[in-house]
């Protein structure tokens, strides 16, 4: 009975000892998840985040000269990473753009030294978002307005929309090269007030709103270009990018990439409101890379995201908790 006497503060203060450190450990996981944002990495950061709660969909633009049955082919991986990252589900849409290539228009076709007997074959099974065409200069040496401009865009933006009415409403866009700057552009043109801005635009000899695009779709909530793009200074797609694109966007760049400069894939990364800490690099060139690391940043970026548009989860208070012991 004495020792019972004199061990019973003892364990009590044990037990309250065991509670505050629980406690403790408890505040001090809360604090790190919520300060991680400023003290850690960014990609560390962002791999923290929660899963989204429902599945994604996701539109996948492919580059010049591709379709969408061969840049699903060719992100097999990135695709199987993405499955495995996002277990409430993830859908990916990849349709064919709408302008069927000549040989004359791939570059690495030699239509030079293409022989007579040859000129019936079909033509090869390549597309595009659109067609650059450099204005053919006059014979003074001058060329009257841009240098160049973007045929067909309008095509391609009427294909865009049929995809959106047809299997969205989708969460984002990923874009590969053309696709890339595509994606940019489709974010944009999606976004609250754009039409008043390409109004505006057109004024000034920029290129009439896509009616197409009117309503079809609500804005995205990301985009991602790898080895996209946006154009030189050019009043005929201002608009796109004056004022600058809000939709979160985050952009690959390969360090080996010698088919789009560098420069033309920061024109992208400088036109969109918030840039920093959203440019990755990988050592490699023009393709989509499926290494750990570079998938680690897309996984991120999409769960920051999603965790932002789903709004705040609630947690259980402190207080609340029932300690075991």
Not at 11 to 29: C, K, V
Not at 168 to 173: A, E, I, M, T, Y
Not at 206 to 222: E, I, N, R, S, T
Not at 293 to 305: D, H, K, M, N, Y
């Amino acid at each position: 009975m004495i020792y019972d006497n004199l061990l019973r503060p003892l364990f009590a203060r044990a037990r309250s000892a065991q509670t505050s450190i629980a406690r403790l450990n408890l505040l001090r996981g809360h604090l790190i998840r919520h300060s991680s944002s400023t003290t850690a990495p960014a990609e560390e950061s962002n791999n923290m985040a929660q899963n989204p709660t429902k599945p994604l969909k996701i539109l996948m633009l492919h580059g010049y000269t591709q379709t969408g049955p061969l840049f699903r082919n060719k992100t097999r991986a990135l695709e199987k990473s993405l499955a495995k990252a996002f277990p409430a589900g993830i859908t990916l849409s990849y349709p064919t753009a709408p302008i069927r290539l000549s040989r004359a228009q791939i570059p690495t076709f030699d239509t030079d030294g293409v022989k007579a007997d040859d000129t019936e074959e079909e033509e090869p099974d390549a597309y595009a978002w659109w067609v650059r065409k450099d204005k053919i200069e006059q014979g003074n040496g001058k060329v009257e307005g841009e240098g160049f401009s973007y045929e067909g865009l309008e095509t391609g933006f009427a294909k865009m929309a049929q995809v959106l009415k047809e299997e969205g409403p989708f969460d984002g866009v990923i874009g590969f090269s053309q696709g890339g700057a595509a994606a940019g552009m489709l974010a944009s043109i999606l976004e609250p007030g754009r039409k008043e801005a390409f109004e505006k635009a057109q004024e000034k000899g920029g290129m009439p709103y896509p009616q197409v695009m009117d309503g079809v779709h609500p804005p995205l909530k990301f985009a991602v270009s790898y080895s996209g793009f946006a154009p030189a200074a050019n009043e005929l797609y201002q608009a796109f990018y004056e004022p600058k694109i809000k939709t979160p966007m985050l952009h690959f760049l390969g360090s080996l990439d010698t088919v789009v400069e560098e420069s033309r894939s920061l024109r992208l990364a400088e036109a969109c409101e918030k840039k920093e800490g959203r440019i990755v690099y990988h050592p490699g060139g023009h393709f989509l890379p499926s290494q750990k690391q570079p998938v680690s940043a897309l996984v991120g970026f999409i769960r920051e995201i999603m965790a932002e548009a789903e709004g705040p989860k609630k947690e259980e208070s402190v207080e609340d908790m029932d300690v075991p012991f």
